[in-house]
Structure formats: structure tokens, C-alpha cells
């Protein structure tokens, strides 16, 4: 068992920052079991893929995801503050690689000068926010420079993680005239933390608007009442949920899974009694490269005339 742990952690990044260890209890709670290695990673399905929503294919330089038209990801390093064992990138994370040296960012920001069909662009990676501030700073101040980019999203779950990271100087170098939105990864309540939340309003109080985006996650947020703990919480701090997403095949990753169905009616479970302000999209990324859809749970069925209310009833579309 120690042995098979150790397998783990030489096989895939682990980190644990002190905000977030000392949220940990067990390390089978809904924190511990994010981010402590498990022997189960070992275990690979035939279905789990090294690249589970096919981002390698669509890069055209280093650096740049493009997949839609109108935005692409620009991945600056593939350094994150803890490094969740239900990653989906997580065949390429980690601690000492993926820095995007000069020459291959002045080649990424070159990449998106030349596409005026690119009218945002999401800072992801690895985590944008482990960046320095004075990096951070000039790729900001690059974008800010191409005239067709007129959004700039950050995907980070540094705020949460290691709150100390979001200095006065690190907010600052997030200042734009562009619409700047941050994107705040997290998956319970319990994250949530005094400094956490201080991190959250530090970013705010500058006019960032943050939404949120979070795993369904077996052990972790499979329940009504704790997906309602999180997004409550992230309302009453500000983040709208934005997206839930359906759990992505990486390697190693099966203990997590919770089935579409069960994740509909999960969702089912909280509309009509809790704030609409509370309600994410339940996202899949079609596994191959495909795209993010809705999941649903629907209401409407067009082919057989039908609307079901939060309670269940049905009324007749066409008569309303
Ligand atoms: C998820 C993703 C986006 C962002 O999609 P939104 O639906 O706009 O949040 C953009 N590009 C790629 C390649 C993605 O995987
Ligand atoms: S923060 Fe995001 S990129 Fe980093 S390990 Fe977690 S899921 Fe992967």
C-alpha cells in the first residue's frame, strides 16, 4: 500500500498547500481525497485517455489550444498550486515543466495577434495565477495590445488553494482595459476559508467579476446537500457557478466517477430550492476532442409536447 502510494506520487504531480492541508481530516474526506495520492491511480481503463478532451490536436503552436472560433486557451505553465488526482490534464502537469520560456510565449501571442476571429482568450494550464506577477503582468499587457481581443479569462484555483499567492502585486498585473473575468476552480464549501475568501474580495474590490467552475466528484460533492453547501457558498461570496463539469476520462481517475444520470438527478434535486443565482451549467467535454454540451437535466420535450415543472408535474407545451 505505502509502496503503491509512492508509485502514485512519482507517477503523477502531488502538492498540498498549508491552507488546504490543514482542511484535511481524513485523507478519505472531500478534501483529502482531491488531492492525497491513491494506489487505485495505477489502475487505468480501457475508456481513460492520456488527453481526454483531445487538446493536443488542436495546438497550433505551443502554448495555444484553439477548438472554437471566437476564443482560444493560452496555457503560459503547467505549474498548479496542488495538483488534483482527478486532473484532466494530468498527464502533463506538474511542478517542473511547462513554463513557456520567451521566445515560445512572444510565438503564442504572435499566434493570436494574426487570428482576428479570436475575441477572448483563457489564461488555463497549469494555473495562470502561479505565475509571477511581473509575468503575468506583461501577458496581460500583450494581450491588451491586440486589438481583437476584447475578453481575457483566467482558470485558476489558486485563490481557494493558496490564498497568499494573491498579493496586492499579483492583482494589479491582472489590470486591463480588457473585460478581465476569473474563472475560480472549487468543488466544496469547505474551501472556503477566511483567507480564501479575503483572496476572493482582494480580486473584486479590483472589478474583477469571478465565476465558478467545479468537478462532480464521487466522495467528494455527490450529494444534493453538499452541491448545495457549494454553491451557495460561492454565491454568498460572489462567484456565480458557471460550470459543473461532467468528470473527464483521465488515467487513474475512475474512483471519482459519478454516471450522467446520477448527475442530472443530483441537479434535479436542487431546482425550485435554491436561489437561481446558485444554478451551474452540467457540462460534458465529449471526450476526443469533440466539445462541451450541456448535460441537462431538461425540462422541455419538444417531440412529445410536454414541460415538467420543479415538481415534477407535466403540462402540455404547446397549450401554454
Ligand atoms: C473549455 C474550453 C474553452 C472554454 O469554453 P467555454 O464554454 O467558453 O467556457 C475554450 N477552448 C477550449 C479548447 C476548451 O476546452
Ligand atoms: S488545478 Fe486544474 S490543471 Fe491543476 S491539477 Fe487541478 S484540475 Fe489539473
Not at 497568499?164 to 478581465?180: F, K, N, P
Request: proline letters at 8%; aromatic letters at 6%; one cysteine or more.
Amino acid at each position: 500500500m505505502r509502496h503503491d502510494v509512492e508509485e502514485v506520487a512519482a507517477r503523477y504531480a502531488t502538492a498540498i498547500p498549508t491552507t488546504f492541508l490543514s482542511l484535511i481530516g481524513t485523507p478519505d474526506d472531500p478534501i483529502g481525497r482531491q488531492v492525497i495520492p491513491h494506489p487505485d491511480e495505477l489502475i487505468s481503463a480501457p475508456s481513460e485517455r492520456a488527453d481526454p478532451i483531445g487538446d493536443d490536436a488542436l495546438s497550433p503552436v505551443p502554448g495555444i489550444v484553439h477548438r472554437y472560433a471566437d476564443r482560444a486557451l493560452l496555457k503560459p505553465l503547467l505549474i498548479c498550486p496542488l495538483y488534483c488526482r482527478f486532473c484532466f490534464r494530468r498527464e502533463h502537469v506538474g511542478p517542473d515543466g511547462g513554463l513557456l520560456d520567451d521566445a515560445a510565449l512572444a510565438t503564442a501571442l504572435d499566434w493570436l495577434g494574426e487570428h482576428e476571429q479570436i475575441r477572448e482568450v483563457i489564461l488555463t494550464g497549469g494555473d495562470p495565477l502561479m505565475l509571477s506577477a511581473r509575468r503575468l503582468g506583461h501577458i496581460v499587457r500583450a494581450l491588451d495590445e491586440i486589438p481583437h481581443v476584447t475578453t481575457i479569462r483566467i482558470h485558476s484555483r489558486v485563490p481557494l488553494a493558496d490564498p497568499e499567492r494573491i498579493t496586492d502585486e499579483l492583482v494589479a498585473a491582472m489590470e486591463t482595459d480588457r473585460a478581465m473575468w476569473l474563472v475560480l476552480h472549487a468543488n466544496h464549501e469547505r474551501e472556503f476559508t477566511v483567507e480564501g475568501r479575503a483572496a476572493l474580495k482582494r480580486m473584486q474590490r479590483r472589478g474583477i467579476p469571478l465565476l465558478g467552475q467545479s468537478v462532480l466528484l464521487r466522495g467528494v460533492n455527490d450529494s444534493v446537500p453538499v452541491l448545495e453547501g457549494l454553491f451557495r457558498a460561492m454565491v454568498e461570496n460572489r462567484v456565480k457557478p458557471y460550470y459543473l463539469h461532467q468528470l473527464d476520462p483521465a488515467p487513474g481517475t475512475a474512483r471519482f466517477h459519478v454516471p450522467v444520470e446520477e448527475g442530472r438527478t443530483l441537479l434535479q434535486g436542487l431546482r425550485g430550492r435554491v436561489t437561481g443565482l446558485a444554478w451551474p451549467t452540467y457540462v460534458l467535454d465529449i471526450p476526443g476532442g469533440f466539445g462541451k454540451v450541456p448535460l441537462g437535466p431538461d425540462y422541455v420535450d419538444t417531440g412529445a409536447d410536454r414541460v415538467t415543472d420543479p415538481q415534477g408535474r407535466q403540462h402540455v407545451l404547446s397549450e401554454l
